[in-house]
Nanobody
Framework: QVQLVESGGGSVQAGESLTLSCVVSGNTYSKAWFRQAPGKEREAVAVIYTDTDGTDYADSVKGRFTISQDHGKDTVYLQMNSLTPEDTAMYYC??????????????????WGQGTQVTVSS
């Protein structure tokens, strides 16, 4: 059984940075960050592949967000720079046991964290 525990959310001003962490216990194929803003559907943000360290990003965060992992600490990070109020959302860490489908497809993820809130004020 894979468990995910997120941390690092908070309230910041526009233009500031924040780093989210997710401790992932167990074997995974990939880990991803999703987010859900009030009144909107949950959307994919970034993915990292456990064995290759390959990454991919949503267009809305490319160049601002960086996903990384520390294998020794079983932790995946989301470094968020140049935050804007549009980045305000609940951020969720998710993991797949095996590959398949496009990385943005939420239904492909087997495990989810409880979420951590990020609020960006202007």
């Amino acid at each position: 059984q894979v468990q995910l525990v997120e941390s690092g959310g908070g309230s910041v001003q526009a233009g500031e940075s924040l780093t989210l962490s997710c401790v992932v216990s167990g074997n995974t194929y990939s880990k991803a960050w999703f987010r859900q803003a009030p009144g909107k559907e949950r959307e994919a943000v970034a993915v990292i592949y456990t064995d290759t360290d390959g990454t991919d990003y949503a267009d809305s965060v490319k160049g601002r967000f960086t996903i990384s992992q520390d294998h020794g600490k079983d932790t995946v990070y989301l470094q968020m720079n140049s935050l804007t109020p549009e980045d305000t959302a609940m951020y969720y860490c998710a993991a797949k046991r095996v590959g398949g489908g496009h990385w943005i497809e939420q239904r492909r993820y087997h495990y989810w964290g409880q979420g951590t809130q990020v609020t960006v004020s202007s």
